[in-house]
């Protein structure tokens, strides 16, 4: 298993386990979101990778974006709650660092976190961006 792919897991199972998240979605959190996607949900999105080596220390610093989607009438507010939701569940203060297949991820540091209107003017779109410092182990 690739880290990229222990990082989802870590991501999948915050949120998932995050009962403010769980109280707005359900368990409607996904990767790949199939067609029948009742609102509210959340989806995974893009992904960029930056190699972070230092000395005798693998390294890297992972950017994932998550989506929240919300449709109630073109109000933001309930898609702003879905945000700060997943923004809690992901952004822990401190704690241990969190082992994946070879490696650790050493902590979440948020980057971006934006509300808009979609296009069709009913649907709130949630953008959330958090950067994982993770450390590889050769």
Not at 18 to 23: W, Y
Not at 75 to 91: F, H, T
Request: one cysteine or more.
């Amino acid at each position: 298993m690739s880290a990229s792919v222990g990082l989802q897991d870590i991501i999948l199972a915050r949120l998932r386990g995050s009962d403010a998240v769980a109280a707005l979605v359900g368990q409607k959190i996904y990767d790949g979101v199939p067609t029948t996607a009742a609102y509210p949900y959340v989806s995974l999105g893009a992904t960029d990778l930056r190699l972070d080596d230092a000395d005798c220390v693998s390294g890297r610093e992972e950017t994932v974006q998550i989506d929240c989607w919300s449709q109630d009438n073109a109000r933001l507010w309930p898609c702003k709650a879905l945000v700060d939701s997943v923004v809690r569940a992901l952004v822990k203060e401190g704690g241990d660092a969190d082992e994946i297949p070879d490696g650790f991820v050493l902590e979440f540091r948020l980057e971006l976190a934006r509300v808009f209107l979609d296009a069709d003017a009913k649907t709130a779109h949630g953008v959330v961006q958090v950067t994982a410092i993770v450390e590889e182990i050769d």
